[in-house]
């Protein structure tokens, strides 16, 4: 358990410092092209997705996303205690990598978001479409080709930041630590919750559909 939780910590760590260090680096070198910043970040986060994802995977099934977790704690796969201490790292270390990036690009470590465009009903659909694409693609990406989940996700999440509105943070844990950057990532923290409740409620409701459309039994 110790190297399961170490390798979810390090690698939401790391899935942190991709989503905000690359929305960082590519907003100061757009000069004010929001399209150019928003395909820099969207290509440096799949990257790190590919890669924690293939190396991370064999030790704790790579979830990093609360999300995630509970989908397979509700398909039967995780127990109680594995899914509380999992979605617990999650959360810490996605902060914990946050901060390591503000560090990394001389930022005051500690910030709140002033982004206020993410939230309204549109955001908010976009968030359940993003979340239902994600467990979507993972576990049909398990039933047709295992080998391939990395390269799945990462293409999907690359492809999800040009066409959801909300950029498809899908995500709880990435959602609460990029409340605390005012930088290109960042959400207001007062919209977190209702993103996260999406999030949450299209698991609970997707899961059952999921599962039997990817079932064995014919």
């Not at 205690?81 to 946050?98: E, K």
């Not at 990036?101 to 002033?114: A, G, K, R, V, Y």
């Not at 080998?147 to 293409?155: F, K, N, R, S």
Request: net charge neutral; hydrophobic share 50%; with cysteine.
């Amino acid at each position: 358990m110790i190297r399961k939780l170490a390798a979810e910590g390090l690698g939401t760590a790391l899935l942190l410092i991709g989503v905000v260090g690359s929305g960082i680096m590519g907003e100061t070198l757009a000069d004010g092209n929001a399209a150019i910043a928003l395909l820099a970040n969207a290509i440096a986060t799949g990257c790190m997705l590919y890669v924690i994802i293939t190396v991370l995977g064999p030790i704790s099934g790579a979830h990093f996303n609360p999300a995630v977790t509970l989908a397979f704690y509700l398909r039967g796969e995780l127990g109680h205690r594995t899914v509380l201490a999992y979605i617990t790292t999650q959360i810490i270390c996605g902060i914990l990598g946050l901060w390591a990036t503000h560090l990394m690009f001389d930022l005051p470590i500690l910030q709140t978001s002033t982004t206020l465009h993410r939230t309204g009903i549109s955001q908010w659909w976009s968030e359940g479409i993003a979340t239902f694409g994600l467990l979507f693609v993972i576990f049909g990406g398990l039933k047709s080709r295992p080998e391939a989940v990395p390269t799945l996700v990462a293409l999907y999440i690359t492809g999800a930041y040009w066409f959801t509105s909300s950029t498809s943070f899908a995500n709880p844990a990435v959602t609460i630590a990029r409340g605390f950057s005012d930088t290109f990532a960042g959400i207001y923290p007062g919209h977190i919750v209702v993103f996260i409740v999406v999030q949450i409620v299209v698991v609970f409701l997707a899961h059952k559909p999921l599962t039997a459309l990817f079932s064995d039994d014919q």
